[in-house]
């Protein structure tokens, strides 16, 4: 049986074998790769920024 990709519980609907998580984690796991692509995104700039200040 398929489990959850972030609790390990085991999946109940065809929906949530296909996403790999629960829907309450599938919700929470968008929300972190949301936030991590932010993060990216800051990150980026900041490298960006420090290759400006050595120049
Ligand atoms: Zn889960």
Do not use: H, N, W
């Given at each position: 049986m398929?489990?959850?990709g972030r609790c390990g519980r085991p999946l109940?609907?065809?929906e949530s074998v296909r996403d790999g998580y629960g829907p309450?984690?599938?919700r929470k796991q968008?929300?972190?790769e949301a936030e991590f692509l932010r993060i990216q995104v800051t990150i980026d700039e900041e490298l960006e920024?420090?290759?400006k200040v050595k120049r």
């Amino acid at each position: 049986m398929a489990a959850c990709g972030r609790c390990g519980r085991p999946l109940k609907t065809p929906e949530s074998v296909r996403d790999g998580y629960g829907p309450i984690c599938k919700r929470k796991q968008e929300e972190a790769e949301a936030e991590f692509l932010r993060i990216q995104v800051t990150i980026d700039e900041e490298l960006e920024y420090q290759k400006k200040v050595k120049r």
